[in-house]
């Protein structure tokens, strides 16, 4: 079974950043394309960002909302993803998750099979 741990949340000042981290356990964990979503209270679950590894490269994608503040990178050696995101504001806030799906990213969070189980990020205004 695929796992996916996810850890790095907290409360942040806008402004402020802050580094999630997802550590999965993925049998060939290049084969796999991984994305961070995140949801809002009473809000539908987005597409913040994924990356998918194809010839030995990844290949990034972003919402417009955070790209230009927020990076997506995998260490394959560790199966881990990252989320660095900066500029924080307000509007960031939500519970953010981890997915993983075979070879390519796509934004609908029901094409993704695997998930974490999410962590807060708080940004005060």
């Known amino acids: 079974q695929v796992q996916l741990v996810e850890s790095g949340g907290g409360l942040v000042q806008a402004g402020g950043s802050l580094r999630l981290s997802c550590v999965a356990s993925l049998r060939t964990f290049s084969s796999y394309a991984t994305a961070w979503f995140r949801q809002a209270p009473g809000k539908e679950r987005e597409f913040v960002a994924g990356?998918?590894?194809?010839?030995?490269?990844?290949?990034?994608s972003y919402a417009d909302s955070v790209k230009g503040r927020f990076t997506i990178s995998r260490d394959n050696a560790k199966n881990t993803v990252y989320l660095q995101m900066n500029s924080l504001k307000a509007e960031d806030t939500a519970v953010y998750y981890c997915?993983?799906?075979?070879?390519?990213?796509?934004?609908?969070?029901?094409?993704?099979?695997?998930w974490g189980q999410g962590t807060q990020v708080t940004v005060s205004s």
């Open positions: 997915a993983a799906r075979r070879l390519l990213v796509t934004t609908t969070s029901s094409e993704y099979p695997y």
């Open positions: 990356i998918e590894w194809s010839g030995g490269s990844g290949s990034t």
